[in-house]
């Protein structure tokens, strides 16, 4: 049985692993890490949410309001954030994503899904949606370009069920992957001009989330 002095070591090494791939200096063109509950829950700070974490999963309780969960020590720039997200089939309680690019509390951009509309057919093309906070929120982009930012999943999955998210990060674009999905369910130009930064979980007004598996593979072109 390892020593609690022993787990404290490998948290250690983990941190300090996490920094040295997603600090400011990024050494390599391509890096990769998964970050599990037990490094973010020290690495990471609620924004308007209150955050349990459960073996491996993490969650966020329900609250009036966007909220999300901060992982500190990322400036991700371009390349691929995946992660397993788990909503409700609750209509309007159950906005479920992942920010980046954060500058501060309220800018940054998130790609994130309504799970309640994933069988409904008469809203299902509002399942996944991309944001850029503070200025293109997801009711002024529904407004100005209606099915631009916005898509159905292409392929099936119960509203209650985990999914898997892939999302690609370039210069200029966004692209949305869902399970093991070789099709982008959603793509976008992106409406933000910052180039890195932050991520984090992300829930809407009213809604709670579960997060596992986080993965960043951060390219630097």
């Known amino acids: 049985m390892k020593t609690i002095l022993e787990n404290n070591k490998e948290v250690t090494k983990l941190i300090a692993l996490f920094m040295s791939i997603f600090g400011l200096s990024i050494a390599y063109a391509q890096d990769s890490i998964t970050l599990d509950a037990k490094v973010i829950q020290t690495r990471s700070v609620a924004i308007n949410r209150t955050v349990k974490f459960e073996r491996n999963d993490i969650y966020l309780t329900a609250k009036e309001g966007d909220g999300y969960l901060r992982i500190n020590g990322v400036n991700f720039r371009q390349g691929v954030i ?4 788990k909503g409700s089939n609750t209509p ?4 479920v994503g992942i920010a980046f690019h954060g500058s501060n509390d309220q800018t940054f951009e998130a790609v994130y899904f309504r799970p309640f509309n994933f069988e409904n057919q008469e809203r299902k093309s509002h399942s996944v949606q991309y944001i850029a906070h503070p200025t293109y929120t997801w009711n002024k982009l529904r407004r100005d370009s209606p099915g631009k930012y916005e898509a159905a999943l292409n392929m099936d999955i119960k509203p209650d069920d985990w999914f898997h998210v892939r999302i690609h ?3 200029s674009t966004v692209d949305v992957y869902i399970n093991d999905g070789n099709v982008p369910t959603l793509s976008v130009d992106r409406l933000s001009k910052t180039d890195a930064g932050w991520v984090g979980f992300w829930t809407g007004n009213s809604s709670d989330g579960w997060f596992r598996n986080i993965k960043l593979r951060s390219i630097n072109n």
């Open 169 to 171: 990060v370039k210069e």
């Open 92 to 95: 309007q309680r159950s906005f």
């Open 82 to 85: 995946e992660a397993d997200i």
